[in-house]
């Protein structure tokens, strides 16, 4: 079977992920992985998993299912879960978030870092999201997304000419009003630096 053409482009860049991403990495998403992933609490859904780098700030003995729809991002994830030692209940389902291969109402806490500009679908990735959503679950998104200031909305829009092409990484979403389309709660949503947003939500 034909693989999508950003399924392509992650198993093709997987290894030299890490090493493309690490300037970004360091500078801006470790310290907000370090912030938000130990909040993960009960079942956890790690969305778009990509090369694992949430795993190590996992509460130790934590029940994790990481879903990727790159097998090769995933073989990069399953590396870092066996030398970490944080003892995680771990499994990895390859899968795509517009279709999640799970019952509803089944997760405790939902982590999506830095996934929904590179998903096709955003709306119906997002209703898939919800559904798999324990009512009185927790999703913690950690988002870049368009700001609503045209200086610096002007700079993502050439950066997208870039990130497009190379990591499959749009900077032009609305994840924000995505999120709020489909219905979950918001209950906290902060700037975080750069065009990042922590956007804390429920299901009722
Ligand atoms: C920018 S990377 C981020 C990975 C990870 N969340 C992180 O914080 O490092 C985006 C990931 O989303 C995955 N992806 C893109 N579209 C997807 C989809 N529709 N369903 C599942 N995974 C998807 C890609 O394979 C890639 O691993």
Known sequence: MGCRPHEARYNAIA?????????LE????????????????GLVLDLAAGTGNNIKFYPPGSSVVLVDT???????????AHDSDNRLKIRFVNASLESLPFVSDFFDTI?????????????QG????????KPGGTILFVEHMLT???????????????????????????TGDVI??????VILDEEVGGSFRYIKCTKL
């Open 15 to 23: 290894r030299f992920y890490d090493l493309l991403l690490y300037p």
């Open 180 to 185: 709020r389309a489909a219905g979950l709660n």
């Open 70 to 80: 790159s097998e090769s991002m995933l073989d990069v994830a399953r590396k870092k």
């Open 148 to 174: 609503g200031k045209p200086r610096k909305d002007f700079i993502l829009k050439i950066l997208n000419i870039l990130t497009v092409p190379t990591v499959g990484s749009s900077m032009t979403r609305k």
């Open 126 to 133: 997002m209703r898939e999201v919800k559904r798999v959503l």
């Open 26 to 41: 360091k500078r801006r998403i470790e310290p907000l992985r370090k912030r938000y992933v130990p909040l993960a609490e």
């Open 111 to 123: 982590i999506s870092i830095d996934v929904f500009c590179s998903v096709d679908n955003p709306e």
